[in-house]
């Protein structure tokens, strides 16, 4: 393309092993353009491109409020952005996961954050996702958790569920043995059929 923001992110969604984010998204536009969405260090930045994706025009560039870059994920509605940051001193009071809602403008429309969670290392590891279903905004990642009794930090699943319009936390799945835990979660998924998750 002529005018677009280098990255070296080119398969990068393969993994062997580990997941690692997802940096890079291509959403058409109603009149054939292109937006191209990119993590880049600790950045979002947003493209228009035309219909033969050769020429990019910049639209924006957001400033990720917390360091680690979770995931995106355009709703019907609202753009959601997950960011994170470590907590290593295993605090509660620690915010760890934000959950940002934007307007399809890229206007902050409001943001739940996430406190503890047993979470030591956000985003570890694995890939995050979301969905939505019904007014709730559904996210499946990972994290490493707080030390256990061995001193280490072990990964797992971590999952959220948010009201959209309220961006009121609904439930939070970050427990050894709570509901859909998976200890060594290294690639995480998630769709709905309209009826379930």
Not at 70 to 79: E, Q, S
Not at 161 to 167: D, I, L, Q, Y
Not at 175 to 181: M, P, S
Request: proline share 3%.
């Amino acid at each position: 393309s002529q005018g677009g923001t280098a990255t070296d992110n080119i398969s990068k969604n393969n993994y062997a092993v580990y997941g690692q984010a997802v940096n890079s998204f291509i959403e058409e536009e109603t009149d054939g353009s292109f937006l191209r969405i990119e993590h880049i260090d600790s950045a979002i930045i947003v493209e228009k491109y035309d219909p033969e994706l050769k020429k990019a025009e910049p639209v924006t560039k957001l400033t990720l409020p917390l360091p680690k870059y979770g995931g995106y994920f355009t709703g019907a509605n609202a753009r959601y952005l997950v960011c994170g940051q470590d907590n290593p001193n295993d605090s509660d009071e620690k915010e760890v996961v934000r959950i940002i809602k934007y307007d399809n403008d890229w206007n902050e429309l409001d943001y739940v954050s996430v406190y503890g969670a047993n979470t030591y290392n956000p985003f570890g590891s694995g890939i995050l996702q979301m969905t939505e279903m019904n007014g709730i905004l559904y996210i499946t990642g990972c994290h490493t958790m707080y030390a256990a009794d061995d001193g280490v930090h072990h990964q797992a699943s971590m999952n959220f569920a948010v009201n959209e319009e309220n961006m009121e936390l609904i439930t939070q799945n970050t427990e050894i043995g709570c509901h859909g835990y998976v200890s060594h979660s290294f690639c995480q998924r998630i769709a709905q059929d309209g009826t379930d998750i």
